[in-house]
Nanobody, 124 residues
Framework: QVQLVESGGGLVQAGGSLSLSCAGSGRTFSGYTMGWFRQAPGKEREMVAAISPSGAVTTYSDSVQGRFTIFRDNGKNTVYLRVINLKPEDTAVYYC?????????????????WGQGTQVTVSS
């Protein structure tokens, strides 16, 4: 069992930056691939970034490539999402998820555990 808690969201102007955190419980955190997803009102949840258990492999959606960076500190059971050059279309609730699967990282159904989400609002 893994419990996840996101933090770091807020209101920011376009062009600004934020750092999101996802703290996990349990000693097996380092065995999970971690993903950051977002869900805007009326839209489906979509992956923005994912990172392998060791942190050696990362993947990003095309819409955030070059602006978002995912990294993790397994010693602190935490995965981070650094976001820069925010755009109004980045407004959404951001969720982190954990999965034991080694593929299908962009699919919501791949993930076994989810946090409660943190709201990011970007004003123009």
């Amino acid at each position: 069992q893994v419990q996840l808690v996101e933090s770091g969201g807020g209101l920011v102007q376009a062009g600004g930056s934020l750092s999101l955190s996802c703290a996990g419980s349990g000693r097996t955190f380092s065995g999970y691939t971690m993903g950051w997803f977002r869900q805007a009102p009326g839209k489906e949840r979509e992956m923005v970034a994912a990172i392998s258990p060791s942190g050696a492999v990362t993947t990003y959606s095309d819409s955030v490539q070059g602006r978002f960076t995912i990294f993790r500190d397994n010693g602190k059971n935490t995965v981070y999402l650094r976001v820069i050059n925010l755009k109004p279309e980045d407004t959404a609730v951001y969720y982190c998820g954990a999965t034991k699967y080694s593929s299908g990282w962009s699919e919501v159904d791949t993930y076994d555990y989810w946090g409660q989400g943190t709201q990011v609002t970007v004003s123009s």
